[in-house]
């Protein structure tokens, strides 16, 4: 009798208990190697970074423009000094005892020069491998000292990395600061957003959103203060009050997801949707390479030239933002981010 149990155990029991053997050492390897993935120190990181946590606000903002567009003035590789005074600076901002971000160096080299894109990146929980980037280009035009073009978008992505310093969300955000953006390196082979988003490609990445900020700082309440893109289909307003938000087909949800966010936050107006990228300054920044590396991307944007009347001028300067605008539109613009980072 125990031999027949003794049998039945050995020709069923055994290969049983070898089976559920062998799937939880799968499950167990297969799960170690994911946490081995993770940074061990990412938690205590974050708790760490969450000290320096602060709401957006109009006196962090005005503090960077000053910086940006007074100390430093026109950042491009003309004045490449300047040029690596603005990239140090957004680094040390983001990086250490102030935010308590690990900043990756993205270098490249143009005209025999080294140039760098910056990414700040805050892991996600659940879906850590579904990324938005919040990107800003810092470069100006020879000339400019670049306060609106682009001190505010710059203004913006550090204002908006403090609201979020050791909050993990649940996709992972990057917080990325652009270089050469401006002509003669824009839509080329030397433009920092093209490398970086051709890189993202290259890796696979799964980019769910890219949100452009560029030009975001000058409103105006008179009318006709606001111009026309030249060939731009359906009405468009004459004041210029608001933001626009500039997709193409491929991006439809992601404006129309944006602007209602924006909506739910912010009292400034939000305008726009998806255009042809024929029409000019639908492509006129960051967003336009992630377009070419097929990830759906959105610029934010009061529309520059459309309204600014020193866009490109050495009077592009701090005294001409709205600093309490610009801290409502980036307020706007958080709850845009963290709508898309908890679906």
């Known amino acids: ?47 760490a970074a969450s000290l320096n946590r602060r709401p957006v606000n109009r006196e962090d903002l005005g503090k960077s423009l000053e910086i940006l567009a ?5 950042r491009h590789l003309g004045k490449p000094e300047q040029l690596e005074s603005a990239a140090v600076w957004i680094e040390s901002s983001l990086s250490g005892a102030n935010l308590g971000y690990v900043v990756e160096r993205h270098p490249y080299e143009v005209e025999g020069k080294m140039v760098r894109n910056l990414v700040a990146e805050l892991p996600g929980r ?42 993990a969300q649940g996709r992972t955000i990057r917080f990325v600061a652009f270089v050469n953006e401006e002509q003669p390196y824009f839509q080329t082979e030397s433009m920092g957003s093209l490398v970086y988003a051709k890189a993202c490609r290259a890796r696979q990445e ?20 606001q111009t026309i893109p030249p060939g731009l289909p359906g009405e468009f307003p004459t004041v210029g009050n608001f933001l ?27 305008v726009g949707g998806v255009f042809p990228e024929e029409v000019p300054g639908v492509g006129w920044s960051d967003h336009w390479s992630f377009w070419q590396a097929g990830f759906p991307a ?24 709205d600093l309490e605008k610009l801290a409502e539109a980036t ?4 709850a845009i981010i963290s709508a898309i980072a908890n679906p």
């Open 1 to 47: 009798m125990k031999e027949g149990r003794l049998i039945r155990f050995l020709i069923v029991g055994l290969p049983a208990g070898l089976l559920l053997l062998g799937v939880f050492s799968m499950v167990n390897s297969h799960f170690y190697d994911r946490q081995s993935d993770l940074d061990p120190n990412e938690e205590i990181r974050l708790d």
């Open 70 to 74: 007074t100390r430093i003035g026109e």
């Open 126 to 167: 659940e879906r850590r491998e579904e990324i938005i980037v919040v990107g800003a280009h810092y470069d100006t035009v020879p000339g400019s000292p670049g306060a609106n073009d682009n001190g505010t978008g710059i203004a913006a992505l550090l204002s908006l990395a403090r609201a979020y310093a050791g909050d």
């Open 206 to 225: 799964k980019i769910v959103a890219m949100i452009c900020l560029e030009t975001i700082g000058y409103y105006s309440e008179e009318e006709g203060s």
């Open 244 to 270: 626009a938000f500039v997709g193409n087909e491929s991006s439809r949800y992601l404006v129309d997801a944006a602007k209602t966010a924006f909506h739910s936050a912010s009292d400034i107006p939000a």
């Open 298 to 321: 959105v610029m934010i944007t009061d529309t520059a030239p459309y309204r600014y009347p020193h866009y490109h001028l050495p009077t592009d300067t701090p005294d001409k933002v």
């Open 331 to 334: 307020r706007g613009i958080e």
